[in-house]
């Protein structure tokens, strides 16, 4: 079975509010987590991503945070637009496995106007 | 500009057909990998191939073949052997393979409908 999930398929918040995607992982092995948003018809594209050593990381507008005692992985992102619709994927790498990523089924995030 | 192409966009396939979608990448990039997507469905992995002339089956390689006679390119057949292979299709990228942290990176996929 997968190792990454989300705990919800769709998440509909207005637009200009916060936004949260969650992510749990089953693998204690995994060191290394990405953030991917796809949009209808599109391939996944790279947002963020985060090592094992750290607990939180920031970009333009979102933040990573990884809780490795509850094996949890979150994307927040602020002040949502209409251009954040998408499926957001989180995916993990499991110490240097040769055969790329693991992937959950993704979160959809609707914004609503 | 760098990235990774593949076409075509949309294919379709006959019954007992084997059809070849085409993956290329200027990203200087030693590994590549593809993906099948079913509709609602996380990315599952095909095949993966870390150096030229290597490759390896992911978790639902049956069907699929392909080859790394190039660095830049990782074209995958979808043989008549493949019962459902109605779905999306992505390649992917990263830098050398079987070290953490190598970001991969997709091309726009290519959707695959059997008629």
């Known amino acids: 079975g997968e190792s990454v999930g989300l705990h919800l398929p769709t998440l509909s918040v207005q637009e200009g509010d916060n936004s949260i995607i969650n992510c749990a992982y089953s693998?204690?092995?995994?060191?290394?987590f990405i953030w991917y948003k796809q949009e209808s018809g599109k391939g996944p594209q790279f947002i963020i991503d985060?090592?094992?050593?750290?607990d939180k990381r920031q970009g333009q507008r979102v933040t990573v945070l990884l809780n490795k005692t509850v094996k949890h992985l979150s994307l927040q992102i602020a002040a949502t637009q209409p251009g954040d619709s998408a499926v957001y994927f989180c995916?993990?790498?499991?110490?240097?496995?040769?055969?790329?990523?693991?992937f959950g089924k993704g979160t959809h995030l609707i914004i609503q106007p | 500009d760098g990235g990774i192409t593949q076409s075509p966009k949309y294919l379709f396939r006959k019954e007992g057909q084997n059809v070849t979608l085409s993956c290329e990448q200027n990203?200087?990039?030693?590994?590549m990998y593809w993906y099948r997507q079913d509709p609602g469905q996380g990315l599952r992995l095909i095949y993966y191939?870390?150096?030229?002339?290597?490759?390896q089956k992911g978790d639902i390689a049956e069907g699929y073949s392909v080859s790394r006679e190039k660095k830049e390119s990782f074209p995958l057949t979808v043989t008549s052997a493949q019962k459902n292979p109605t779905a999306f299709y992505l390649c992917?990228?990263?830098?050398?393979?079987?070290?953490?942290?190598?970001?991969?990176?997709f091309g726009e996929g290519s959707w695959l409908t059997v008629v």
């Open positions: 992917a990228s990263s830098i050398p393979a079987g070290l953490s942290g190598n970001t991969i990176y």
């Open positions: 995916a993990e790498n499991m110490g240097g496995g040769a055969d790329g990523l693991t």
């Open positions: 693998n204690s092995a995994s060191d290394y």
């Open positions: 191939s870390q150096i030229v002339n290597d490759f």
């Open positions: 990203l200087n990039h030693d590994a």
């Open positions: 985060i090592r094992s050593n750290m």
